[in-house]
């Protein structure tokens, strides 16, 4: 029987668990909790593996509606583009993303456009080898227009570097195009109604490699909603590419361990791009 929780314990669970819900992540590690371990080295937890008394704090922190309700859903399955249709020419991706973003226009479609400064609709170079795709517009990127330009850009450039490329080598995109309130995660009638967006980029673009940041990334890519623990270090096939899952940036800010989990992620990329870090043979 697992040993009762001590209210430092507890807190520092609680303050843990808020933390992941508000990256968007509702799936944790199978790892139980060891009562000899200090809290900064207790795993994020799957609420079934974890004492009874722990279940009852992930219980105490859900919104009142059902969780059901807040469950993103599968996406709806978009076919890729047929085998037989040639893809976009690298000189014409360009007006082929800009036919995608008029399209979008000044959008309406879906409640998030009423706090909107500005659309976020992609960066980077349309004829990249590597695409990432994030969650959705933070503060700085609602101010800017252009994804991954706070905090979590200025790490993910650092990922990007590290790679042994440029951020204008790659291009950057998200599941919605629009900032949710407070950063919260995108409801499933936000992310179903603007997704198509994305994959309408991702047909244009057609990088070798794909880059999954977090959890909602993968879900509505993948159109399943597994933990992210099962998902990541292998490489999964996706509309005639390859796609990989990792963490997201915003995620590694803040629990900067896993930065080493995550670059084993992009080493698969890396692996699968043929290329080699900085410095290296």
């Known amino acids: ?9 507890r807190e520092a ?18 790892r139980a909790i060891d009562p000899a371990l200090g809290v900064e080295q207790v795993e994020p937890l799957l609420a079934e593996a974890v004492s009874a008394q722990a279940a009852g704090l992930f219980a105490e922190l859900q919104p009142a509606t059902s969780h059901e309700e807040h469950t993103i859903p599968a996406r709806k399955n978009f076919p890729a583009p047929p085998q037989a249709l040639e893809a ?18 000044d959008c309406t479609r879906c409640a998030l456009h009423k706090g909107r400064n500005k659309l ?11 695409m990432f795709v994030g969650e959705g517009p933070g503060a700085d990127e609602d101010a800017q227009g252009i994804p991954f330009v ?25 599941v919605v195009k629009c900032r949710p309130p407070g950063n919260r995660t995108p409801e499933p009638e936000e992310g179903n ?24 990334a993968a879900t ?38 896993q930065k080493k989990e995550a670059w084993a992620d992009l080493q698969i990329a890396m692996r699968e791009l043929g290329l080699k ?5």
């Open 220 to 257: 509505y890519l993948l159109g399943q909603r597994q933990p992210l623990a099962g998902l990541r270090g292998r490489v999964h096939a996706f509309r005639g590419m390859q796609l990989i899952v990792t963490y997201h940036p915003a995620y590694l800010l803040r629990d900067p361990r």
């Open 150 to 174: 706070g905090r979590a850009g200025q790490l993910l450039n650092n990922m990007i570097a590290a790679m042994g490329l440029k951020r204008e080598e790659v291009y950057i995109a998200n």
């Open 13 to 30: 669970l609680v303050e843990r668990v808020r933390f992941y819900r508000e990256l968007g992540l509702t799936e944790f590690y199978r």
């Open 120 to 130: 976020v609709f992609g960066d980077g170079d349309p004829a990249a080898r590597l």
């Open 1 to 9: 029987m697992a040993q009762p929780l001590d209210q430092a314990t």
């Open 88 to 105: 976009t020419p690298p000189a014409d991706r360009a007006a082929a993303l800009q036919l995608i973003r008029d399209d979008i226009g």
């Open 193 to 216: 109604t603007c997704s198509p967006f994305l994959f309408r980029q991702i047909d244009v673009v057609r990088p070798q490699v794909l880059v999954a940041l977090g959890a909602t």
């Open 277 to 281: 870090a900085p410095g290296k043979e």
